[in-house]
């Protein structure tokens, strides 16, 4: 569906053929479209097509994105300090910001952004669901040590999330991109020695996404610590002086 999604118009009725598989997709798109932002006078839809062109592509996508992360860490809170739903809207913030700033300076690449930026934490999820006595001394040292949880993760196991969710990117066949951009998204100096000025792009917009959405305080990431962004970065992202008042109420709106 996210392949088909990159499609024009034309592709709709492709994209609610393949949405229509799936009765939890499905169900969720109807519902999107039949809500009030998106309804207003023109009555109810029941057909997945219709839907998807009122709500449009760009939402399509995000949408199916979004409930691809719920689904794979729809679990109950086990970790005190690490809840799923303030993961989420962490996740989804990062997206939002994420595809915005390369919208900028690399809008063929807005799509892979958003995508990256809402995938970027994924590494944390299984930490949650298979150790559980790890993910708590994790938690534990980010406080005692005022540490970013990336570092107390390399102090106590010798990996990060962002190291286990690039594996973990490899075994579901992701594109190289979206790899490399999950494993450096807390390593900028990889980030800058990346070859491919595209690649680049991405990858700065998804690290500078996640410490935006942090200051925003939308969601949780199990830490609230905030590096400074590399200028480097910064300009990768178009915005060398940083991102304006604006752009930070239109991500607000959209996540609304």
Request: hydrophobic letters at 40%; charged letters at 25%; proline letters at 4%.
């Amino acid at each position: 569906a996210l392949n088909i999604a990159k499609a024009d118009v034309e592709g709709c009725k492709q994209l609610g053929k393949c949405i229509n598989t799936d009765s939890a997709a499905s169900a969720a798109i109807l519902k999107v479209a039949n809500t009030v932002f998106y309804a207003k006078s023109s009555g109810k839809f029941h057909d997945v097509v219709q839907s998807v062109v009122r709500i449009g592509f760009r939402e399509t996508r995000n949408l199916l994105s979004s409930m691809t992360l719920i689904n794979m860490s729809d679990r109950p809170d086990t970790s005190y300090g690490f809840r799923r739903s303030e993961f989420w809207l962490h996740s989804l913030s990062s997206a939002l910001i994420a595809e915005g700033l390369c919208k900028k300076v690399f809008e063929a690449g807005a799509n892979q952004a958003f995508i990256t930026a809402l995938v970027h934490d994924i590494g944390k999820i299984p930490l949650d669901n298979s150790f559980k006595k790890v993910l708590p001394a994790i938690l534990e040292r980010t406080t005692t040590d005022i540490c970013p949880f990336h570092i107390a993760e390399k102090k106590l196991i010798g990996f990060n999330h962002g190291e286990l969710g690039k594996y973990l990117m490899s075994h579901w066949n992701f594109p190289e991109t979206i790899k490399a951009a999950v494993g450096n998204h807390h390593v900028p100096e990889y980030i800058l020695n990346t070859k491919k000025k595209e690649d680049q792009i991405v990858q700065a917009c998804t690290y500078a996404a996640n410490i935006f959405s942090k200051a925003l305080s939308v969601g949780h990431s199990c830490d609230q610590v905030l590096p400074e962004i590399p200028r480097e970065i910064l300009e990768l992202a178009g915005i060398p002086e940083g991102p304006s008042d604006d752009f930070f109420s239109k991500i607000m709106r959209e996540l609304d």
